[in-house]
């Protein structure tokens, strides 16, 4: 079986290959191949591959490339988690929205759209090698904004099979579970929305409802820790919010804090994080992921993609949150949105199942970014500024066109490397 990871140069490499080491004996890889525009980054990461499957006795043949098509032949799963821009793109998103007193954030509001538009292209580029040099293969995806890119692989990926993930729903549901001291396997957790706009809706326990009791336990733990969403809102919105609702229900401070002098972005944090997990990624002797991986965030998605990899090659039909079209899933959402929603997960891929209707109290946020993410695919693959600036008005965070006009002009000219049309 043969695992390839495009955008392999990536710091977060090591979590999937350590993912590997732990599911070996279930899911027997025999070749890994890294491929990725860097040739040191590359290099480095697959030296660190190599040695940590040495270690662990792991009988797996790795090797790096910058040619795609050549890794991507023969491929059995092809998981991607690349960065279009780097970090300093990412920073530029964060830095510019804030002089318009809008968040700047890596998948929230006009930072997620820009990351959309240099991503998708590339995405599609990728979907069509595919297609091409291994039709069989499924796509597993965790690059950012995951549930926008899931949309356009669904509607202009050309038939490529594809699995859209994020490790923040399997994490909620997990830390829920443990928190009521409930055995998984008698847990049923219903999740709603779209990707980083989710919402646990339902959580019985052998078929007693235990929501309220968890989002009264979610509303003293913040209000113990001063900080995340206010512990009144969560009682009064009665369902427990994926964390980045937080941008929305207190973007005023969010954006406070954020303007600060002398407050660092995230991208800048990471930045340097980087820099220093890369410095220990080269040192020949180093055989295991380091501490240091773990601060930088990413923690979960070796979980989430091995999981998705399991059910598919199983057949199990395992239920797992996963970024697929909408097919009916949610009432009130086009078939062909892309929404973030429990699904049976098997060898024909993820099939949503059915939710119903959005609780009304987030029906039309969900709705409005939802507006968002279509016009934003529709932007990137038109290369249409009529169609940004429309996806920029659409969205919540954005008070209005005064500022939405000036403030993606500025994105775009700053994104001109990546983005061709801007």
């Known amino acids: 079986m043969k695992l390839v990871i495009v955008g392999g140069g990536s710091s977060y490499t090591p979590e999937l290959v350590e993912g590997l080491i732990q599911r070996h004996a279930v899911f027997p890889v025999s070749e890994l191949v890294l491929t990725d525009i860097n040739p040191q980054r590359l290099e480095i990461a697959a030296g660190l591959s190599q040695r940590m499957l040495n270690r662990a006795g792991v009988p797996v043949r790795v090797w790096a490339t910058t040619d795609r098509r050549r890794a991507l032949e ?36 006009p930072g997620g759209m820009m990351k959309a538009l240099r991503t998708i292209p590339v995405m599609l580029d990728l979907a069509r090698d595919m297609v091409s040099v291994c039709p069989d293969a499924w796509l597993i995806n965790y690059t950012n904004p995951s549930g926008i890119i899931a949309e356009a692989l669904g509607v202009y990926g050309g038939g490529v099979r594809f699995v859209g993930l994020c490790s923040l729903p399997a994490e909620v549901i997990r830390y829920v579970t443990e928190a009521v001291g409930a055995d998984p396997s008698r847990v049923t957790a219903d999740w709603m929305g779209l990707n980083h706009l989710g919402f646990l809706v339902r959580f019985t326990v052998d078929g007693e409802d235990r929501l309220p009791e968890i989002v009264e336990m979610a509303a003293q733990h913040a209000e113990e820790n001063g900080h995340g969403i206010a512990g009144d809102w969560l009682r009064t919105l009665g369902m427990l919010p994926a964390s980045y609702l937080r941008y929305y229900y207190h973007h005023t401070a969010v954006v406070r804090e954020a303007q600060k002098p002398g407050h660092r972005t995230r991208g800048e944090i990471v930045k340097e994080m980087e820099a220093e997990l890369w410095r220990e990624y080269a040192d020949p002797t180093l055989d295991h992921k380091p501490a240091l991986l773990a601060k930088r965030g990413g923690g979960g998605y070796a979980d989430v993609a091995f999981a998705a990899m399991l059910a598919i090659r199983g057949n199990t039909g395992e239920r797992q949150v996963t970024q697929v079209l909408n097919q009916g899933a949610i009432t009130g959402l086009p078939d062909d949105a892309s929404v973030e929603v429990p699904c049976r997960v098997d060898a024909q891929g993820a099939h949503p199942i059915p939710m119903g209707e959005l609780p009304l109290a987030i029906r039309g946020l969900v709705q409005a970014v939802k507006s968002y993410e279509t016009l934003t695919v529709r932007a990137a693959v038109e290369g249409s500024r009529r169609l940004a600036l429309q996806a920029l008005m659409a969205h919540p965070l954005v008070p209005s066109y005064d500022e939405a006009a000036p403030m993606l002009e500025e994105l775009l000219a700053a994104n001109k490397r990546w983005i061709p049309w801007a």
């Open 74 to 109: 023969g491929a059995d799963f092809v998981n991607c988690l690349i960065r279009v821009g780097g970090m300093d793109a990412r920073i530029q998103d964060e830095k510019i929205p804030l002089k318009y007193n809008v968040i700047g954030q890596e998948t929230t509001g």
